[in-house]
């Protein structure tokens, strides 16, 4: 597991409600339903994006070629210039930045 998800992983396992369940699937005991849990969530993070925000890119925690996504959600020219500062940072350590803008911006 990416070393970035293992505590989004963790925090799901204690707080994620049954509805991720199939209540064939999981076995009733807490143990096993928690091992089940992290496992269906383990599954899920292997196929995960990863955003960040321009001030908050986490470049010791980033693998080469990782792809990021970094938020451009504001309309600012200075907000643009912390987005194109993030991914240049990204990209001198080998991970592939992408800008993101949410489709609510267009």
Known sequence: MRL????????????APAVLFSSARVP??????????RSRLSELA???????????????????GQLVYVTMVKTSVAHFDDVERAVAACSER???????????RL
Request: charged residues 15%.
């Open 94 to 104: 080998g991970v592939v930045a992408i800008p993101h803008v949410p489709a609510s």
């Open 4 to 15: 970035w998800l293992a505590p989004c992983v963790e925090a799901l396992t204690r707080k």
């Open 46 to 64: 292997s196929r995960a994006s990863l955003e960040v925000a321009p001030g908050a890119v986490p470049l010791a925690d980033l693998s080469r």
């Open 28 to 37: 009733k005991t807490t143990g096993s339903r928690a091992l089940a849990l």
